[in-house]
Every structure is written in structure tokens, then in C-alpha cells.
């Protein structure tokens, strides 16, 4: 599940020490866009449990469902803590700078905050203790890939193939539970109509 983290990290380690090009001419950039990258993937991941689980009855995924969302959460902090630690080298300045003015990445961290309290409430006793309070946190996990997108769209510019695709994916995710949503409430209200009388 986290494979692809540590390849990145061997790989900038190689490119600097070695002097090979597994990252590119850019290595810091693009092993920062490859972490993002999987941090969108993990999360598309994570909202298409739900679908496929009711669509085809495939419930063995549900256990993995938590698995991916941390998974995201994980590409999402190591994302940012490689722009903070190795992009910009702990510059407080730059950090303050790019937190406030740079509109991307204003997005991104807006997304990683978002998912720091879905992360630290996966817990099954985060669970059992908040009850439908969890329930209704958790939905704002719907923001986190419109944000991640986003973030993602604005600092790639002209490179959009991939934005575009998962956008795409997003929209058909979020867009088939608005439906589901709306047919269950639709046969709610309609199961609970009193009979017409036949007196």
C-alpha cells in the first residue's frame, strides 16, 4: 500500500548521490507531483468502495475502505512535508509567503487539514465514541478530492491530461451518491404514505 512513497525517496536519493534520472531533470518537483498524484489516487479509491460494494454486491472491499483513506492521508502529509522539507528547505518566510498568497497551495493545505480529523477519528473507538457525530465529520471527506483536484489543476498549468481525468472520475463518484441518496429518500417518503381507505 505505501510502496510507491519509498521508491520516490530511493529515487531522489539515486538521482542526487548517483547522479541517475529516475525523477527527471527536476527530481525535487516531480517526486513532489508523484506523491500528490497518489494521494488523488488513494482517495478515488477510498470513494469508489461505496459504488462498487452496492452496485455488483462486492462487500469484501469495505475492509479496505479505511486503509485507502489513510493511505491518502499519508500521501497527502508526506506530500507537503516534501514541499516544506526539501522544496523549500524550512524556510519560514517562503512557507509563511506560499500559505497565504499562493492560491494552490492555500488549496492544498486546506484539503490536508480537512483530512487530518477524518484521520485521527478512523479509530473503531473514534467510532463507537462519537456515533452519528462520526457520520457526519466524515462526510466532509467529500471537499478533500475537490480540493486535492484543484490544488493539483492549478499547479501543474498547462499539464492538465490528468486533472482532467480525475476530475472526470470524481464527478461520476460524487454524482452517483446524490442519486442513491435521492432514490432512498424518494422510497422512503413513499413507503411511509398512508394506504387510501377503501371504507
Known sequence: MLVPGP????????????????????????????????????????????????????????????TFGLAAFFYGLTHFLWYALIDIQLDGAELAKDLTKRT?????????????????????????????????LHRAVYAVPALGIAHWWMSVKADIGEPIV??????VLLGWRVWHARRDTSGNATAIQPRASTS
Open 7 to 66: 521508491l520516490v525517496v530511493a529515487a531522489l536519493m539515486s538521482d542526487f548521490l548517483q547522479g541517475t534520472r529516475w525523477l527527471g531533470s527536476n527530481p525535487v518537483k516531480e517526486g513532489e507531483l508523484i506523491l500528490g498524484e497518489w494521494t488523488i489516487r488513494y482517495l478515488v479509491a477510498a470513494l469508489a468502495i461505496t459504488p462498487l460494494r452496492r452496485t455488483f454486491g462486492w462487500n469484501w472491499l469495505q475492509r479496505d475502505r479505511r
Open 104 to 136: 494552490y497551495i492555500v488549496v492544498g493545505f486546506t484539503a490536508l487539514l480537512v483530512m487530518l480529523p477524518l484521520a485521527l477519528t478512523s479509530t473503531r473507538a473514534a467510532i463507537a465514541h462519537l456515533k452519528r457525530r462520526w457520520v457526519t
Open 166 to 171: 480525475y476530475s472526470f472520475v470524481f464527478a
